[in-house]
Nanobody, 122 residues
């Protein structure tokens, strides 16, 4: 299984970025997909997830209303649109996949990408 995340970079506070993750080696349409992030010196934390059929999505309280997760099964791709970024969003962002039901816990996810760095400047 390979999850390739892209789209990270440097952005000013208040700006936007769109992350994408392309998956291979799995049956994408069977998988819940998620995004986590890890800031320097902190534990990896849940950001957002979308169900295998795209019907359900849920978010960490810290990003609700600012971030949106979506998927395109024909491209084996999950995306995270991030708006109104602030300095607390600075982190390495990881995509994750599971054929179980993915949740807010890291342990509920089976495959991880390599991460893409998002830096928000003030």
């Amino acid at each position: 299984v390979q999850l390739q995340a892209s789209g990270g970079g440097l952005v000013q506070a208040g700006g936007s970025l769109r992350l994408s993750c392309t998956a291979s080696g799995l049956t994408f349409s069977n998988c819940d997909m998620g995004w986590f992030r890890q800031a320097p010196g902190k534990a990896r934390e849940f950001v957002a997830a979308i169900s295998w059929n795209g019907v359900a999505a849920f978010y960490a309280d810290s990003v609700k209303g600012r971030f949106a997760i979506s998927r395109v099964d024909t491209k084996n791709m999950v995306s995270l649109q991030m708006n109104s970024l602030n300095t607390e969003d600075t982190a390495v962002y990881y995509c994750a996949a599971t054929e179980r039901r993915g949740g807010r816990n890291i342990g509920s996810w089976d495959a991880w990408g390599q991460g893409t760095l998002v830096t928000v400047s003030s």
